[in-house]
C-alpha cells in the first residue's frame, strides 16, 4: 500500500527557513512524480512544487518561485522541500502527494493525478 509521511512543519518567523521531508513507502518512487499541495485555512487546496520522473525536472507555483527547492533521493525513499524567505502566506497545511500519470507536474497541477494523501504538516510563519 502506497504511503507518504510529511514531517518537519513548524512555526517560523517571516524570512526564516525550514525543511519538509516526505517519506516514501510502497512503490517504486524512481517512477513517480512527487507533488507538494498546501491548504490554508479557508482557502483552495493549491500544488507549490512538483518533481518530475517523466523529464527530472522540479516545477513551482509562481509563488514560491525563487524561494522552495524540491528534491528527491530515489535509494532512501525520500523528498524534501526547502523553503526559504518565508512569508506569512506561506502558512499552510503542506501534503506530500505521488502521481504515475505521464507530465503530471505541467502547472497547474491537477489534484485527481495525485494519490495516497496523507495527514500533511503544519507550517506557521509568523513574528
Known amino acids: 500500500q502506497a504511503q507518504l509521511v510529511e514531517s518537519g512543519g513548524d512555526l517560523v518567523q517571516p524570512e526564516g527557513s525550514l525543511r519538509l521531508s516526505c517519506a516514501v513507502s510502497g512503490f517504486n518512487l524512481e517512477y513517480y512524480s512527487i507533488a507538494w499541495f498546501r491548504q490554508a485555512i479557508g482557502k483552495e487546496r493549491e500544488g507549490v512544487s512538483c518533481i518530475s520522473s517523466s523529464d527530472g525536472n522540479a516545477y513551482y507555483a509562481d509563488s514560491v518561485k525563487g524561494r522552495f527547492t524540491v528534491s528527491r533521493d530515489n535509494p532512501k525513499r525520500m523528498v524534501y522541500l526547502q523553503m526559504n524567505n518565508l512569508k506569512p502566506e506561506d502558512t499552510a497545511v503542506y501534503y506530500c502527494?505521488?502521481?504515475?500519470?505521464?507530465?503530471?507536474?505541467?502547472?497547474?497541477?491537477?489534484?485527481?493525478?495525485?494519490?495516497?494523501w496523507g495527514q500533511g504538516t503544519q507550517v506557521t510563519v509568523s513574528s
Open positions: 502527494v505521488a502521481s504515475g500519470v505521464w507530465d503530471s507536474c505541467k502547472f497547474p497541477l491537477i489534484r485527481d493525478f495525485f494519490t495516497s
